[in-house]
């Protein structure tokens, strides 16, 4: 398991958890919730905001977001 801020632009991943409880409901209305799939799209030149596909939209995080967010790869 990996947490979001680790992935790199391409990678395919599945939502597994969250690790900060006030975070999870901000992220759960924009479509991040446990089983659902993500895509990494772009990382800002500076690393930070990620650009992530989820529920088939766009979504920026900034990356101390992503870091409470553990997903699995998809190989």
């Not at 979001?4 to 632009?9: D, I, T, V």
């Not at 479509?31 to 895509?39: A, N, Q, T, Y």
């Not at 930070?48 to 997903?71: H, Q």
Request: hydrophobic share 45%; net charge negative.
């Amino acid at each position: 398991m990996k947490r979001l801020s680790e992935l790199k632009a391409g990678t395919r991943a599945t939502i597994v958890s969250f690790d900060k409880d006030d975070l999870f409901l901000k992220l759960m209305e924009m479509g991040c919730v446990p089983g659902e799939s993500v895509r990494v799209e772009q990382i800002a030149p500076l690393g930070d905001p990620i650009s992530i596909t989820v529920a088939g939209y766009s979504l920026s995080l900034r990356l101390d977001e992503a870091e409470f967010i553990f997903v699995e790869e998809i190989h």
